[in-house]
């Protein structure tokens, strides 16, 4: 979870009067995760925010999967992609996905968005591969680059305005609450001196951005495999303050302090994110082990309760062939796999690495979807061979 945070202007005590200059009332919002039990925040708008000027027809937006997925070790080489679509969301092109999440990479042709999106059903966590700009929503707005994890909380209404610059994203969407890590936490929340990052690492909205004028504001919704159009008088962005602990946030990959040991240490010390049904790591570069007899290199091993997803960001793995930037591959629960014949014996002696990746592990089946096999490496399931 994230700390408590304020901005802007509350009231003294929640659910009381809060007056402005006119006399009238503002409009108090709770949004709230796992009905009242989760996290929550109180918003504080100067109009409600509930002024329904007219509906649109909702657009089909939902993930084809194929009718049977067959058991192999996946690269899914979307390393030579320029553009995915045209916008935002028509440009999410989803390439795995089960019950609990998604993965999809955005290259978006258009850098700014003439509409509001929010995602209704999920938590999401946008990965800034390439690229910069600020996303704005009702929280205020955060300045992103490169190496950002952004997670945005369901329910928040948001877009992008980017820079004109090439524009690479991966996007995670959780069904359940994205979190930091439970172990990393004491019993008040806060994040323990051993953590890989801290609240410092974690940037908040800075400021509000406001929006007063009526007219016709266009809210994108997502929700059970459709886009619903809701045109509203009001803006969204005619928040006055609001605080809480739900809120958006970046956090910085090279903000990530990597836990190394005198032997290779086991994938959950890069752990950064948690959800119900999957965990997010991060690779950074770190230096090797340092036992005089130590093998850097990933030992084999079989991934007996979840599949293990790695978005590659930057850098050379030293335990793959064949994997550029931008690509992904995907070892199954019930196969095992190591790294590529000759890396093992190439890795003995390195000191360190400069290698970037994004994990995704996930504890129930996850599938490549019908759009994500136009990028199936035919050549990988067999490249275990010398």
Not at 165 to 189: A, C, D, H, W
């Amino acid at each position: 979870m994230s700390y408590y945070y304020k901005l802007g202007d509350i009231p003294h005590k929640r659910h009381t009067q809060f007056r402005q200059p006119d006399g009238s009332l503002y409009e108090e919002e709770l949004v709230s995760s796992i009905g009242f039990s989760g996290i929550y925040s109180l918003l504080y708008h100067k109009h409600p925010p509930t002024k329904v000027i007219r509906v649109g027809d909702p657009e089909p937006y939902k993930v084809e999967m194929p009718e049977e997925s067959p058991l192999l070790q996946t690269h899914l080489n979307t390393s030579g992609l320029k553009t995915t679509g045209k916008d935002y969301l028509d440009s999410r092109l989803t390439l795995l996905k089960n019950k609990d999440c998604s993965m999809s990479i955005c290259m978006p042709e258009e850098r700014s968005m003439d509409y509001f999106y929010k995602n209704g059903e999920a938590d999401e966590i946008v990965f800034i591969h390439d690229g910069s700009g600020t996303l704005i929503s009702q929280f205020g707005k955060i300045e992103v680059k490169p190496g950002d994890y952004v997670v945005i909380p369901r329910t928040t209404i948001y877009k992008f305005d980017w820079e004109d610059k090439p524009l690479r994203l991966l996007i995670i969407e959780s069904n359940s609450p994205i979190e930091t890590v439970k172990r990393y936490r004491n019993e008040m929340g806060q994040l323990l001196e051993h953590s890989p990052y801290c609240e410092r690492d974690i940037r908040p909205p800075e400021e509000l951005v406001h929006e007063d004028e009526k007219g016709e504001y266009l809210i994108k919704v997502k929700k059970d495999g459709y886009l619903h159009n809701y045109y509203y008088e009001n803006s969204p962005l005619d928040v006055v303050g609001w605080d809480g602990c739900l809120y958006p946030y970046a956090l910085s990959i090279h903000d990530f302090e990597p836990i190394t040991g005198r032997i290779h240490q086991p994938p959950p010390v890069h752990q950064t994110f948690q959800a119900a049904g999957f965990v997010i790591c991060s690779f950074v570069p770190r230096l090797f082990d340092y036992h005089p007899e130590a093998i850097p290199a990933p030992y084999n091993h079989s991934n007996i309760d979840s599949d293990e997803v790695l978005y590659y960001v930057e850098g050379n793995f030293m335990s793959r062939k064949g994997i550029d930037r931008g690509s992904f591959t995907m070892h199954p629960g019930g196969l095992p796999h190591g790294p590529h014949p000759g890396t093992v014996e190439k890795s003995i002696g390195a000191k360190e690495t400069h290698e970037i990746a994004v994990m995704l592990d996930t504890f129930g089946p996850l599938y490549v979807t019908k759009k994500g096999m136009d990028y199936f490496d035919k050549n990988y399931p067999m490249s275990w061979n010398e």
